[in-house]
C-alpha cells in the first residue's frame, strides 16, 4: 500500500507541474496578481508530494521489499542499514527520483522564501521550474518508475553494487545532486527574465544566493567523490578525468564564471547578455551530465542505466529545455542595454578575465569529453581522450588565470592602477619566491616544474591574505583597529578571500602529490619487509574474514618509523557473494597532511600478495582545500545584503533648472 501511495503521489506532483508551468506564468505576462499568487503554495504542495514519494521508497528500502521490482535488484537482506537507506539513490531510478525531489525543493525555497523577488519574477521562474520538473517526473513515470511490483516476491535481493556500498557513496549523490540541480534554478531566473524583459543589476543579486548555494554543495560533492574514488577503488589516483567526473566538472567552472560574471553585472549592471547566457550554459551543462551518466554511451564506473530509450528520452529534454532556451535568448538578447563601460585594467575587467579562461577550460573538457562519442557515432571509430590531452589543454589555461586571482580583488571598480595593486601583493610574492626556494632546497632539482607550481599555490593563498588586509589597510591604522576593520567586513568580502585561499590550497595538495610521491609495486611473503619515505612496512601475512554480505582476505602489515610501531593497516580484497563481484580496500596512514597507502593486489598459490605503496605528500590538502572553498560559499551566502532584497538603482539626476522660489 506504501508503494501505491507513493507512485499515486508522483503521479498527482506530475498534474500540479503540469498546472503551474502554465498558470502563473500567463499571470507574469498579463500581471494578474491572483493567477500569480497559485506559483508558491503549488511549489511548496510539490515537494511534500515527491517526498511522500521518496519516503515510501525508502521505506521499501528500509523494510526490504523484495515485492518492489527496485527493491530486489539493489537491495539485500543482510546489507548495513546505512547502505539500504543509500540505495535508494544507488540505482537509476531511484537516483532520478532524488535528482526530482531536489528539483522541487528549490522551487519550494524560492516559493516559500522568495517573498523579496518580484511577484511577477518569482511566478515565472516557479513556471519554468515546473516546466524541467513535468519533463523528469514524466520520465520517471515513462521510463524509469521505482514502483513496480513483482506479482511473487522473491525471498532475497541481488545486492547493492559493491562498489557503492560505502560511506562515501552514501553521502557523495546527494551533494552532487544538489549542486546539479540548484542551477535549475538560476537557470529558471534567467529564462523567466528573458521572458518578462527583467535583466538588470537587481535581478543578478536575486541570482547570486541560488548560484552560490548550488556552487557551494557541487564543490563539496565533487571532492567528496574524488576522495571516494581515491579510497575505495585501490588505484591511488584523485582524478582520473573520466567522462563522467568530467560531466559534473564542467558546470563547476561554468557555475564559477557564472558567480564572478554577476559580481560585475550586479555592482556595475554590465555584462548582462554574457550573465544570462552562463545561467542557461551552466545548467545546461547539468543536464548534459545527466545525459551522459544515464544514456548508456559511457561505460564508467559511475554509470547507472544503459537502456537507450532512456537515453532518448533525456536527449529530447535536453534538446527542449537548451535548444528552447537559446532560442529564447537569441530572440531577447539584442533588445537587452549595455550597461556601464569600464577599463580593462579595472576589478571588472579581471573578473572578465577569470571568465575568459574559466569558460575556455570548459570548453577544453567539453571537447575532450565528447569527441570521442561524436567521432564512435559519426564515423565508427573508437579512440580514447585521456589524462595527456587534458593536462596540456587544462593546465595551461589554468596557470595564468591563478596568476590573476590576487590582483582582481585589490583593483578598484571601474579603472585601476595595476602598478599600485602590484605594490599591495609584494609580501605575496615575496612568499611565493621563498616557497620556490624552499622547495627546491627540499626535494632537489629534478622536478623543476613542481616547485613553481608550489610557489603558485602560495602566491594565491597569500594574495587571499593580502586582500583582507588590503580592505582594512591592516598596516596603515594599526592592528587594533585593523582587527576591528576585519572583524566587521561584509560576508562576501570573507568568502572571497577564503574560497581563493581554499583554491591555493588544493593547488598545493595537487602540486606536491603529484610531482613528489613515491611509488613502489611488489609481491610480498609474510615477513617481509619493504621501506618507503623512511617508514618500514612488515607485511605479518592475510587471513579471511567475514563481514555481513561479502567475505574478505585482509592483509596484516606493521608500520614502523626508527624501529617504533606508528600503526597496523589492513587493505583487503572484498567478494560480494550476491553478485560475485570483488572490490579493493585500501589501507591508509594518515601522518599531518600526508598519507601513507596501501592496495592489496592478485594473491598467489604460494602464499604471496601483489601490494602497492604510496607515499603521498600534502595530499589531503586536495580535499580540505575543496572544503575551505565551499565554506566560503558558505559565508558570502550568509552575506545580509544578499537576504534584504535587490539593490535599486539611483535615480537620475533632471537637467531641467529648478523651479524659482516664490
Known amino acids: 500500500m506504501i508503494i501505491e501511495l507513493g507512485h499515486y503521489a508522483l503521479v498527482l506532483a506530475f498534474a500540479l507541474s503540469l498546472i503551474q508551468s502554465v498558470v502563473p506564468l500567463v499571470g507574469a ?8 499568487a497559485i506559483a508558491p503554495p503549488v511549489s511548496v504542495a510539490m515537494f511534500f508530494l515527491v517526498a511522500i514519494s521518496f519516503a515510501a521508497l525508502t521505506v521499501a528500502y528500509v523494510t526490504s521489499d523484495f515485492s518492489v ?6 537491495s539485500h ?3 548495513p542499514m546505512i547502505y539500504k537507506i543509500s540505495g535508494v539513490w544507488g540505482n537509476h531510478e531511484g537516483s532520478v527520483l532524488l535528482w526530482v525531489l531536489i528539483l522541487v525543493f528549490f522551487g519550494a525555497l524560492v516559493g516559500f522564501f522568495g517573498t523579496n523577488i518580484p511577484a511577477s519574477l518569482r511566478a515565472a521562474t516557479l513556471s519554468v521550474q515546473s516546466w524541467v520538473t513535468a519533463g523528469f517526473v514524466l520520465f520517471i513515470l515513462a521510463t524509469s518508475n521505482p514502483f513496480e511490483r513483482i506479482v511473487q516476491a522473491p525471498m532475497e535481493g541481488n545486492d547493492l553494487n559493491p562498489i557503492l556500498q560505502d560511506i562515501g557513496l552514501a553521502i557523495h549523490p546527494p551533494l552532487l545532486y544538489v549542486g546539479y540541480v540548484g542551477f535549475s534554478i538560476t537557470f529558471s531566473f534567467a529564462v523567466a527574465a528573458l521572458i518578462l524583459g527583467r535583466i538588470d543589476a537587481a535581478w543578478a543579486r536575486w541570482v547570486r544566493p541560488w548560484t552560490l548555494l548550488a556552487w557551494v554543495f ?14 575505495e577503488l585501490g588505484w591511488g589516483g584523485w582524478w582520473f578525468w573520466d567522462p563522467v567526473e568530467n560531466a559534473s566538472f564542467m558546470p563547476w567552472l561554468a557555475g564559477t564564471a557564472l558567480l564572478h560574471s554577476a559580481i560585475v553585472m550586479e555592482k556595475r549592471d554590465a555584462l548582462k547578455v554574457w ?3 552562463l545561467a542557461i550554459f551552466t545548467f545546461s551543462l547539468s543536464l548534459l551530465g545527466t545525459f551522459l551518466v544515464r544514456s548508456g554511451v559511457l561505460t564508467s564506473v559511475h554509470a547507472f542505466a544503459t537502456d537507450p530509450e532512456r537515453g532518448v528520452f533525456i536527449l529530447v529534454l535536453l534538446c527542449l529545455f537548451i535548444g528552447g532556451s537559446l532560442t529564447l535568448y537569441a530572440w531577447r538578447a539584442p533588445t537587452l542595454k549595455q550597461g556601464g563601460l569600464f577599463a580593462p585594467i579595472s576589478r571588472e575587467g579581471a573578473l572578465v578575465l577569470n571568465n575568459l579562461f574559466l569558460t575556455a577550460a570548459a570548453s577544453a573538457v567539453f571537447v575532450g569529453t565528447l569527441y570521442p562519442l ?13 589524462a595527456p590531452f587534458f593536462n596540456l589543454t587544462f593546465g595551461p589555461l589554468m596557470i595564468p588565470l591563478l596568476i590573476a586571482v590576487p590582483f582582481g580583488p585589490v583593483l578598484a571598480w571601474k579603472r585601476g592602477d595595476l602598478l599600485a595593486a602590484s605594490q599591495r601583493l609584494y609580501a ?11 622547495t627546491f632546497w627540499l626535494w632537489g632539482y629534478q622536478r623543476v616544474l613542481a616547485p613553481l607550481g608550489v610557489g603558485l599555490a602560495v602566491w594565491v593563498m597569500a594574495g587571499a591574505l593580502a586582500e583582507l588586509t588590503t580592505r582594512v589597510k591592516l598596516f596603515e591604522v594599526g592592528l587594533v583597529r585593523g582587527l576591528s576593520r576585519l572583524k566587521g567586513l561584509p560576508g562576501s568580502a570573507w568568502g572571497t578571500a577564503i574560497g581563493h585561499f581554499g583554491i591555493g590550497v ?4 595537487i602540486v606536491t602529490a603529484s610531482a613528489f610521491q613515491e611509488e613502489r609495486v611488489l609481491t610480498m611473503k609474510a615477513g617481509e619487509v619493504i621501506e618507503l619515505a623512511g617508514y618500514e612496512m612488515t607485511f605479518e601475512g592475510a587471513a579471511p574474514r567475514q563481514g555481513p554480505n561479502y567475505r574478505e582476505d585482509v592483509g596484516h602489515f606493521t608500520v614502523r618509523e626508527g624501529g617504533n610501531v606508528i600503526a597496523r593497516l589492513q587493505p583487503s580484497k572484498r567478494l560480494y557473494t550476491a553478485r560475485q563481484m570483488p572490490t579493493t580496500e585500501a589501507g591508509i596512514m594518515t601522518v599531518g597532511f600526508s598519507q601513507l597507502y596501501l592496495s592489496l593486489g592478485e594473491g598467489r598459490d604460494d602464499g604471496a600478495i601483489d601490494v602497492r605503496v604510496y607515499f603521498k605528500p600534502l595530499v589531503t590538502l586536495i580535499w580540505i582545500g575543496c572544503m575551505i572553498m565551499a565554506f566560503g560559499g558558505l559565508v558570502s551566502i550568509a552575506d545580509r545584503r544578499l537576504r534584504v532584497g535587490a539593490p535599486r538603482p539611483a535615480a537620475r539626476r533632471s537637467n531641467a533648472p529648478a523651479p524659482a522660489a516664490e
Open 29 to 36: 505576462v498579463r500581471e494578474d496578481s491572483r493567477l500569480m
Open 69 to 74: 521490482v527496485n527493491v530486489w535488484e539493489n
Open 77 to 79: 537482506s543482510a546489507k
Open 218 to 231: 557541487l564543490t563539496a560533492g565533487i571532492a567528496m567523490g574524488s576522495y571516494w574514488a581515491y579510497y
Open 275 to 277: 550573465t544570462v547566457l
Open 374 to 386: 561524436a567521432l564512435d557515432a559519426v564515423t565508427g571509430d573508437k579512440i580514447s581522450v585521456g
Open 428 to 438: 605575496a610574492f615575496g612568499l611565493a619566491i621563498l616557497a620556490v626556494l624552499f
Open 506 to 509: 588544493t593547488v598545493l595538495g
